[in-house]
DNA sequence: TCCATCAAAGTGGTTTGACCAAAAATTTAT
DNA sequence: ATAAATTTTTGGTCAAACCACTTTGATGGA
């Protein structure tokens, strides 16, 4: 009975206690009422400062429910103007990755993506960009003469993160951070990263400086197949290290 | 190919409009931060007192954000705690936050992501998908041609979601997922979907049948082209729009 | 009468500062 | 060394303001 339909962490149904976030207690009976269609989509609920008063509890507990109701696309807060119902059948899918790509598969989508996005960006970086590219590559370079690898990666990130974001495309962006952030996340990707930091003296200099030199041409096809060429080959180290 | 002279109404990371909701942007920047994997799961946050101090904002707006965070997922709020990181990697985050990509973007990159899924695919796609392509074909036809052009889509989004699980790249399939999903949760998309809808019949039911022919003939080339045609087409009704 | 304009009211957004209860860290007593 | 008592830290809640924006409605001229 008891639906809790926000974040029910509860597994026991009938807690005698209930949440004891007055502001979730709050979310939860106005999500009821949204799921029972006593409040339909559409219909503006009372102002904070009534809800606060009905409920005998401060707005701010108010305000924080209704964030949580927000969040949970329930419900569409308009400034000045005020709450409204925006659905009553929350099922929407789920788009959570369940089962995480493999080092391969991140490559080859890196391979995709990062070409593309190589190519876009020599046609929309701006100067300063390539400015810090070229920071960021002097920066790689010395670093790995010192024989800091480690310290290099950060640069060889912060590098194709800078031309990611030079394509003016956010969803371009968000991709390429995601598949960074997988393969820092997955064990397996890190074994490999960790293995072959052990093999080559750090990120690849050569490659780098091919891709800022077609990015500073604004030569597309060249980037493209520069930065193709230069993830092939991590690829390859990758393959090579799974076949032992 | 590469089509670049999409303009780019690109809302970049750099200049978002600053959403007049201040916890919406703590929210974002702390959302960024786990993405990123600066914010690693299982670590705690500042308390929330230090996190207001940090940002410069009130304790009560930091509060809403990490409110906005929990609901999302993204991190667990333990009361006489703190605030702990639960998962990182997830593209899921970046809807529920704000800085959602514009529906230009968001066809832009389906242009590139798509086009090179749809190589893959040709090369990697089974007998039974491509039945089950074909399948879906069929009851496209078969609802355009009842004027039922919203459920046709539905069968237009399985098309695709298809192809993207045929190049056996779970990060491919995750990526392409998500961008519909973005487009689907986007105001200013469906606004654009719905006028498309009345204008024409429904999904490009030629398009469709070109790509599905060069993958059934394992014509890799042949289907990275149909298939960027195809959403280049799309992309040029919504530029059409734009223009009014 | 109509309607553009502007003032007032309403609404969410944010700040400040205070107090509480529970968890965590520290000290004290055994 | 262990256990208990105490202090500190942390999130949870309340309160009273003020702001910016939207909505409403009254005003006044055409």
């Given at each position: 009975?008891n639906?809790n339909?926000?974040l029910s962490?509860?597994?026991?149904r009938q807690?005698?206690?209930?949440?004891?976030?007055?502001?979730?207690?709050?979310?939860?009976?106005l999500a009821?009422?949204i799921?029972a269609?006593?409040?339909?989509?559409g219909?503006?609920?009372p102002a904070?400062r009534d809800?606060a008063?009905?409920?005998?509890?401060s707005?701010?507990?108010v305000?924080?429910a209704?964030?949580?109701?927000?969040v949970?696309?329930l419900?569409?807060?308009?400034?000045?103007?005020?709450?409204?119902?925006?659905?009553e059948?929350?099922?929407k899918?789920?788009?959570?990755v369940?089962?995480a790509?493999?080092?391969?598969?991140i490559m080859?989508?890196?391979?995709?993506?990062?070409?593309?996005?190589?190519?876009?960006?020599?046609?929309?970086?701006?100067?300063e960009?390539?400015l810090?590219?070229?920071?960021y590559?002097n920066?790689?370079i010395s670093?790995?003469?010192?024989q800091?690898s480690?310290?290099?990666e950060t640069f060889?990130g912060k590098?194709?993160q800078?031309?990611?974001s030079a394509?003016?495309?956010?969803?371009?962006?968000?991709?390429?951070?995601?598949l960074?952030?997988l393969r820092e996340s997955?064990?397996?990707?890190?074994?490999?990263?960790?293995?072959?930091r052990?093999?080559?003296?750090?990120?690849?200099i050569e490659?780098h400086e091919k891709i800022y030199l077609?990015l500073?041409r604004?030569?597309?096809?060249?980037?493209?197949a520069?930065m193709q060429s230069h993830?092939?080959?991590?690829?390859?180290?990758y393959?090579l290290l799974i076949?032992?």
């Open positions: 009975m639906d339909t926000l962490l509860a597994s026991s807690a005698p206690v209930p949440n004891s976030r007055l502001y979730l207690q709050i979310a939860d009976k009821q009422q799921n269609g006593e409040l339909k989509p219909m503006r609920l904070e809800l008063q009905q409920y005998d509890v707005r701010q507990t305000r924080e209704l964030i949580a109701l927000e949970s696309g419900v569409d807060i308009r400034p000045g103007s005020g709450v409204y119902v925006l659905q059948a929350n099922l899918s789920s788009i959570l369940e089962n790509p493999g080092p391969l598969e080859e989508a890196r391979l995709l993506l990062e070409g593309d996005a190589a190519a876009l960006a020599a046609e929309r970086i701006s100067n960009e390539l810090k590219l070229k920071a590559l920066q790689m670093l790995v003469q010192q800091r480690a310290e290099a060889d590098f194709h800078l031309i990611a394509t003016r495309n956010s969803a371009l962006q968000s991709m390429i951070e995601w960074w952030a997955s064990e397996l990707s890190q074994l490999f990263a960790e293995k072959i052990r093999q080559v003296a750090g990120p690849n490659a077609c500073s604004r030569d597309a096809a060249g980037a493209k520069a993830i092939a080959q991590v690829t390859e180290a393959v076949g032992e």
